[in-house]
């Protein structure tokens, strides 16, 4: 699932679905998304990897806001997520969102 959650989370959520990486200061709308993943055993796929912001703000700020939300169990097959600067959204002269990629290698299943 790929969710605007318009909120920051940070490690100190203590939730295993969060990643590390690039943290930020939680905002309320970040512990929305902390508890949804903590309920659902999923796991952001982007906290944990260094993806680089997905929303630029007018004024220039640049954040983590949305995220690619997938099991726990998928999760453990991630094995890259970035944001993906060749394709732009914008039909006007502002960026605001980016899109964000995940890459995840599945096993095989045997017969």
Do not use: W
Not at 4 to 27: L, R
């Amino acid at each position: 699932m790929l969710t605007d959650a318009n909120g920051t989370v940070g490690p100190s959520e203590g939730i295993s679905g969060i990643g590390q990486c690039e943290p930020a200061k939680t905002t309320d709308n970040g512990r929305l998304l902390a508890a949804t993943l903590h309920e659902f055993q999923l796991a952001a796929t982007n906290t944990f990897y260094q993806a680089g912001p997905t929303f630029a703000h007018a004024k220039g700020n640049k954040r983590r806001i949305d995220y690619v939300v997938v099991s726990e169990r998928l999760h453990k097959c991630a094995s890259n997520c970035y944001v993906d600067n060749r394709i732009v959204l914008n039909t006007c002269d502002k960026d605001d969102h980016y899109v964000i990629t995940a890459e995840y290698v599945l096993p095989l299943l045997k017969n």
